[in-house]
């Protein structure tokens, strides 16, 4: 058990259709991530927020949107889903920001399934 | 961007030595790792080189890196059926973002 907690495990709605998942970080930690794993595209990183606010932007569709709380929980708003939005979307926490000079190990959640039909 | 590759799939026997690969495009990252993933479960790391490193030991586990090359590697010694997973290699892009490579599947048999 990485700590990092994920809900719900599995979403299945219609196209578009809003989603939210939520995500609790490990106690202590300021970083939030959020990827998207699919069969095609592997583990995309889609955007990262460090103590409320946003750090780094990946590959994250416009339809799609994030926020970390004040209690550094975190949320990712995907909307206007379409069926290519089925993926296994995983957050990771961290204790501090990052960087390429940094070691900054990520614990990974156990994912939620979003399946689009 | 940077783009970090690796094969999708390794089988091999319990008891043999795995060695999954990984080349990588971009040579800024201090830090390179190896993460796991076992079925249904959210990634793991397993470990990490700094990079100013050649060879990292780790019980069965062994970590080579090749900087000129951009390659990197996982060497996995007396492979149990245990070890079956997805492992991905990954590095820091500029910024703070982990690059992953698609996974390599290992697929052990007994």
């Known amino acids: 058990d990485s700590g990092v907690t994920q809900t719900p495990k599995h979403l299945i709605t219609a196209t578009g259709q809003r989603v939210t998942l939520r995500c609790s970080p490990r106690?202590?930690?300021?970083?939030v991530y959020w990827y998207q794993q699919s069969l095609d595209q592997g583990l995309q990183f889609l955007i990262q927020?460090?103590?409320?606010?946003?750090?780094a932007k990946g590959n994250i569709l416009e339809r799609f949107s994030a926020q970390q709380f004040p209690d550094l929980h975190s949320e990712l708003n995907l909307s206007s889903l379409e069926l290519g939005d089925s993926a296994l979307y995983f957050c990771?926490?961290?204790?501090?920001?990052?960087?390429?000079?940094?070691?900054?190990?990520?614990?990974f959640g156990p994912g939620t399934r979003l399946t689009v039909l | 961007g940077e783009d970090v590759e690796q094969s999708l799939f390794l089988s091999v026997r319990e008891g043999d030595s795995s060695v999954i690969n990984c080349t990588y495009t971009?040579?800024?990252?201090?830090?390179l790792y190896w993460y796991k993933q076992e079925p249904g479960a959210g990634l793991q790391l397993l470990t990490y080189?700094?990079?100013?490193?050649d060879m990292k030991q780790d019980q069965r586990l062994t970590v080579l890196l090749n900087k000129k090359d951009k390659h990197l590697s996982l060497r996995i010694a007396d492979t149990q059926t245990g070890d079956s997973a997805i492992y991905f290699c990954?590095?820091?892009?500029?910024?703070?973002?982990?690059?992953f490579g698609k996974g390599t599947t290992l697929s052990v048999s007994s």
């Open positions: 990771a926490s961290s204790v501090m920001a990052g960087g390429p000079r940094s070691y900054n190990e990520q614990f």
């Open positions: 106690s202590g930690d300021l970083s």
């Open positions: 927020y460090y103590n409320g606010e946003e750090r």
């Open positions: 971009d040579s800024s990252s201090t830090y």
């Open positions: 080189i700094f990079s100013n490193m």
């Open positions: 990954a590095v820091n892009q500029a910024g703070t973002a982990l690059i």
